[in-house]
């Protein structure tokens, strides 16, 4: 609870994030079964629906999991996603903006930075007034031809335009830029809140398809709630670990069996649980509050409420807690 409240700086109890992320996982099952039925008949055509809706989701998504690029063209296809990212935020009018100056590159993962994710952002760092900012992707051709698979269908053609909405545009890297330009403070910049980084990669993603990316379309949606899931889930485990000492089986089971992740991806979360505490709840924290507070702004602005004045002075404020932000 001590370290909840310091390490997050919000004002929720661990409790009440918890409860909010349990209900929250029934709303978002209610509205994927509902998706994964009207695509039930363009993927499986006149099979019968099994009667379970978690397991109908599941047979949903594994035919959308299918539709991939190769490990060749992984890189090529998210560097296209990143010119259509920053095409498509200027052309919606959602930041002052100037995607020339300073630039993202996309670029194959450093030796150095592999290991630990299939794509990361890398910007300067607060003292550093100029430079460039990074969307780093792993070069997929290096695994083994099982892992490549097992990559591409996780990112696969819906879920890696997530990925780069989440990593590059206009999430960590855009914030990240932000962050070291235009934040007056530096101590804002430099103390950095997890929850506020992580929230925002994650706000960003559904702001995105709010103002239309993906046409709408009922996979990019499916996809996009599963990985509202996994944010769940994060809360969920941690919580279940930490307080109530609840046994691994109970862990996986909920990631795999409720919440669509594979049993790799299970374990991994389950081992880094064990190894940390809060970390894991920053994602849903931070998005949860952003989310609020776009919403209370919102109605105080009334008829002169302006999305990008809105992300604009969020962003101003360098890395601080949505909190103080908030003040």
Known sequence: TEKFKYDLATDFTPEQVYEKANADKQLYHAK????????????????????DSLKLIQMVLDKIQLQHSGPEHFFDSLTHQVYQLKKFIIEKDLFDFDTASPPIKVRIMPAYARGFSVASAEFTPPYQKSGTTYYNIDDLTLYTPEKAESVLKEYNNYASQLLSIHEAVPGHCVQGIYNNKKSPDVVRAVFQNGAMIEGWAVYAEAMMLENGWGGNSPEMELVHDKLKLRELANVIIDYDLQVLNKPKEDLIHLMVDECFQTNAQAEEKYHRATVSQVQLCSYYAGSTAIQALREDYKTKMGDKYNLKEFHEAFLSYGSSPVKYIRE
């Open 32 to 51: 994927m079964a509902g998706i994964a039925r009207s695509l039930w008949t363009k993927y499986y055509d006149n099979q019968i629906k099994p009667a």
